[in-house]
């Protein structure tokens, strides 16, 4: 089936750890994004990346880094100098970058004990 | 800047009441508006969408019109089912533009 796999679904780091975060589609699409959903937030966006090799940062990027050297993976670093890393993090895809319409994967929820 | 406000939730509701979810945004320019649902344990994905003043976006019986004169865009079904049970997100965003701003989302329960 076509979609957007996140890996892992959770995953549970002590402070001071870099962990990523594994984003891949099959969807063909040229456009991804990296958003992060905390409780009564909306979404914010980290990273976007609209073709390969080329990334841009978002509203919230500091103390995040992605890398796009595949179409279909999109993998997002969360480093020790995030501050506050526990939250939800949602992969999205698109096939027309900067139409509004995303296709979203199941997400990854990141703990920091 | 741009921003949208979706009303409290959580929304709870009986099987094949009417729904409404208000949406309200505040733009500089002329954006584009969708609702995105999340149901437990997925993903967001798109229910509809709507890119210029009175259309109206259409999906599983679900509809909103995007009013530019009272700069609203709310969620309606005529009869939800126990399956609608979600959390809806209102969102805007500019074409050719990278960000989507969302609102907070609105929890839906119902109850059969």
């Known amino acids: 089936d076509g979609g957007i796999t996140q890996s892992p679904k959770y995953l549970f780091r002590k402070e001071g750890q870099n962990v990523t975060l594994s984003c891949e589609q099959n969807?063909?699409?040229?456009?991804m994004y990296w958003y992060r959903q905390d409780p009564g937030q909306g979404l914010r966006l980290i990273y976007y990346s609209q073709i390969v090799n080329d990334f841009q940062k978002g509203d919230i990027a500091e103390g995040y880094s992605v890398s796009r050297e595949k179409k279909e993976s999109f993998p997002l670093t969360v480093t020790s100098a995030q501050k506050n890393p526990t939250a939800f993090y949602l992969c999205?895809?698109?096939?027309?970058?900067?139409?509004?319409?995303?296709?979203f994967g199941e997400g990854s929820r990141l703990t920091v004990l | 800047g741009d921003s949208v406000t979706q009303m409290e939730g959580p929304v709870t509701l009986s099987e094949e009441a009417f729904l409404t979810i208000n949406c309200t945004y505040t733009a500089t320019g002329y954006p584009s508006l969708f609702w995105y649902v999340q149901y437990p344990g997925e993903g967001l994905q798109l229910l509809l969408k709507a890119t210029k003043a009175d259309d109206k976006g259409s999906n599983k019986g679900f509809e909103a019109t995007y009013r530019k004169e009272t700069t609203s865009f709310h969620l309606e079904k005529g009869s939800v089912q126990v399956s609608d049970s979600a959390v809806y997100f209102c969102a805007l965003s500019y074409f050719g533009n990278e960000k989507l701003t969302f609102g907070t989302g609105t929890r839906l329960t119902i109850i059969p």
């Open positions: 999205a895809s698109s096939p027309a970058a900067g139409s509004g319409e995303l296709f």
């Open positions: 969807l063909n699409h040229d456009a």
